[in-house]
């Protein structure tokens, strides 16, 4: 994260742009303040302060107002006492079932060559991707949530997360809550497991059909589409090349077998990697690290939705519906601060697009943009601001 200097006009003038959205937002409202704990943080440290707790709305607005905090953020564990310390003492409820999906934890190729903190079309697209797929692929069809039942928010700057509230979830353990981040992984999922008779000599290989529930259903179909896509898309999963062209060939025949669990026709070498492949394309990416791997953790502080993000300057937005999530484009719908213009010296070369206008910057050169890029290029270390 960004540093910037404590005290300075900068972080004064970015801090009045907070105070003004806090003043003239209205319906930055969550459900049951009076049992979540409150974080919130400066432009230094995110969670600067928590075990803060708020009896409604209006004392919420109060804090919001005076403040202007650069991060806001709130338990997804609601408590009998959510000020109280330490975390034993708070009585525990319940708490919401979270998915956190950020850019920096898919290994794109992109961000290896923009660095972490930059976000770029390509990692707004894959990240939103890889949410609906969370949600389409995994949250509705295996767990049986409804679309209803999900609360979907943009990060603020480099993500998505998915709260789900519904009664039966709240009361999960810490060790249930692994249990469902290592299945939407596909953590401890074995070619094996799948193909109880693969390697046995003179046996019919048998596995999954597409229509199976959970990942088994979810392998057979990626196959058989992985096939249709043709031959170097096999090739591009570490199949050899005549290996590639024989399935693409006979993939009508291999397909058919496939649909009544018979996989005999399918014969690849290397078959390890090639299954990790397969398992890797439809696994959800969550951060492996288990101090950020937010479902496992049931007393997590989470960004409260609708307030600002002090990295990027974007707000946490509310996502109405997995319909809506196609459509979001962040660096439109989730601008902040809307009026006038500020002046900027770039400390790098950078072109990105915000509210529908592509902006380039080069190293040295002072520009002056509309505030919210201007914001968003300092709070990333890209710029510093001056006249103001
Ligand atoms: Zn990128």
């Not at 939103?128 to 069809?141: C, G, N, R, Y």
């Not at 953790?297 to 989470?302: E, M, Q, S």
């Not at 960004?303 to 974007?314: D, N, S, V």
Request: charged content about 25%.
């Amino acid at each position: 994260m960004y540093m910037m200097e404590s005290g300075s006009k900068e972080e004064e003038f970015i801090t009045s742009l907070i105070r003004d959205y806090y003043k003239s937002t209205k319906g930055i409202i969550t459900d049951r303040i009076a049992a979540r704990e409150f974080g919130a943080g400066t432009f230094e440290r995110k969670i600067a302060y928590r075990h803060l707790h708020f009896r409604n709305e209006s004392d919420l607005y109060a804090f919001l107002r005076e403040r202007a905090p650069a991060y806001v953020s709130y338990s997804v564990a609601y408590y009998n006492r959510p000020e109280a310390r330490p975390m034993s003492n708070k009585g525990w409820l319940g708490s919401e079932l979270i998915f956190d999906l950020d850019a920096t934890d898919m290994h794109l190729k992109c961000q290896a060559e923009h660095g972490r903190s930059w976000v770029c079309m390509n990692c707004f697209d894959l990240v939103k991707a890889e949410t609906v797929k969370l949600i389409e692929d995994f949250l509705i069809p295996d767990f049986g949530f409804s679309g209803k039942e999900l609360e979907i928010n943009f990060s603020g700057n480099r993500g998505y997360h998915v709260h789900v509230k519904k009664d039966s979830v709240l009361q999960l353990s810490g060790i249930a809550r692994k249990q469902i981040s290592d299945y939407i992984s596909g953590n401890g999922i074995t070619a094996e497991a799948l193909f109880p008779t693969m390697g046995r000599r003179g046996v019919k290989l048998i596995g999954p059909k597409p229509e199976d529930k959970g990942w088994r259903g979810k392998m057979a179909r990626n196959f058989i589409s992985d096939m249709e896509k043709g031959q170097e898309n096999l090739e591009a999963l570490g199949i050899e090349h005549q290996t590639a062209r024989n399935l693409y060939n006979k993939r009508a025949l291999i397909s058919m077998g496939i649909k009544n669990g018979n996989w005999d026709m399918v014969y690849i070498k290397n078959k390890a990697e090639f299954w990790k492949k397969i398992l890797a394309s439809q696994a959800i990416s969550q951060s492996d690290r288990i101090d950020k791997n937010v479902t496992k953790d049931p007393t997590h502080l989470i960004r409260m939705p609708g307030t600002i993000h002090g990295e990027t300057g974007l707000v946490a937005k509310k996502i109405a519906s997995v319909s809506e999530l196609s459509a979001f484009e962040p660096m439109s719908e989730a601008i902040a601060f809307k009026k006038g213009d500020i002046g900027i010296m770039p400390k790098a070369k950078k072109e990105f697009i915000m509210a529908g206008q592509t902006f380039s910057t080069a190293e040295g050169e002072k520009a002056t943009l509309p505030v919210y890029a201007g914001v968003y290029l300092a709070l990333k270390g890209l710029a510093s601001i001056y006249m103001i």
